[in-house]
């Protein structure tokens, strides 16, 4: 399974009524595919650039999600179908999607660094960058024109 993220932009004025059931269905959609939905993002009401569908308003959901190699083919048809789907982008993600709650212990545990550990291991790698920065700004010295002499061409 592939690592995807969904994005889509919702009607305001909803036909079915309320947002929260049209984001239920489109995750009904992602695990009736075969997909296991690992985090939904809820923007909510944003101004659009420019109408759509004499819309000035959309709600914004983005969902991280792991899907069969099919699936997003299956999503953006349902997708379409539907009118309350003003706009929609299925993108495979460059990094596999971590669920919140592990973001959130990711965190703790990062607050929990001394500052002697992180300043130890910010020294070594001082030390090798100076000498990659030096390296880098030394021109190779060639025979030709050293000590400013020009030589006269005629």
Partial sequence: MREYEIATVLNMGLEDGDPDALTEKIEGWIVAAG??????????????????????????????????????????????????????M?????????????????????????????????EENADSGADAVESANSEPVSGENVGGDSAVVS
């Fill in 35 to 88: 997909g296991k939905v690992a985090r939904a993002d809820n923007w909510g009401r944003r101004k659009l650039a420019y109408p759509i569908k004499k819309q000035q308003e959309g709600n914004y959901v983005f969902w991280y999600a792991s899907l069969p190699s099919a699936a997003p083919a299956e999503l953006e048809q349902q997708m379409r179908l539907n009118e309350d789907v003003l706009r929609f």
């Fill in 90 to 122: 299925i993108t495979r993600a460059e990094l596999p999607v971590q669920p919140e709650e592990e973001d959130a212990a990711e965190e703790e545990q990062g607050e929990g660094q001394s500052v002697d550990e992180s300043g130890a291991a910010g």
